[in-house]
């Protein structure tokens, strides 16, 4: 069982920055791939983007690319979302989640273990 905590989410103008942080309980972190959703209200939960185990590959939705950046820290058991450039349709609660797939994972039912989510609003 990995726990996921998020944290650092709040209240952002827009063109502003947050960083989300994702800490998970367990040393096999660096065995997992994480990914980040987001789910705005009255709207299906969307993909974010990705990170393989070693962080050496990402990739994002088309939605936020060029604007935020996953990183991780497998000695921190730490997975980042730093997003800049935000927009008021980037409010969302945004959650980190681990799969145990090797691949780029964009489907929320092919990550097992998900955190409880943290909340993004972005004033105009």
């Known amino acids: 069982q990995v726990q996921l905590v998020e944290s650092g989410g709040g209240l952002v103008q827009a063109g502003g920055s947050l960083r989300l942080s994702c800490a998970a309980s367990r040393r096999t972190f660096s065995s997992y791939t994480m990914g980040w959703f987001r789910q705005a209200p009255g709207k299906e939960r969307e993909f974010v983007g990705t990170?393989?185990?070693?962080?050496?590959?990402?990739n994002y939705a088309d939605s936020v690319k060029g604007r935020f950046t996953i990183s991780r820290d497998n000695n921190l058991n730490t997975v980042y979302l730093q997003m800049n450039s935000l927009k008021p349709e980037d409010t969302a609660v945004y959650y980190c989640?681990?799969?145990?797939?090797?691949?780029?994972?964009?489907?929320?039912?092919?990550?097992?273990?998900r955190g409880q989510g943290t909340q993004v609003t972005v004033s105009s």
């Open positions: 990170i393989t185990r070693s962080g050496s590959s990402t």
């Open positions: 989640a681990a799969s145990p797939f090797g691949t780029v994972v964009v489907n929320w039912y092919d990550y097992i273990y």
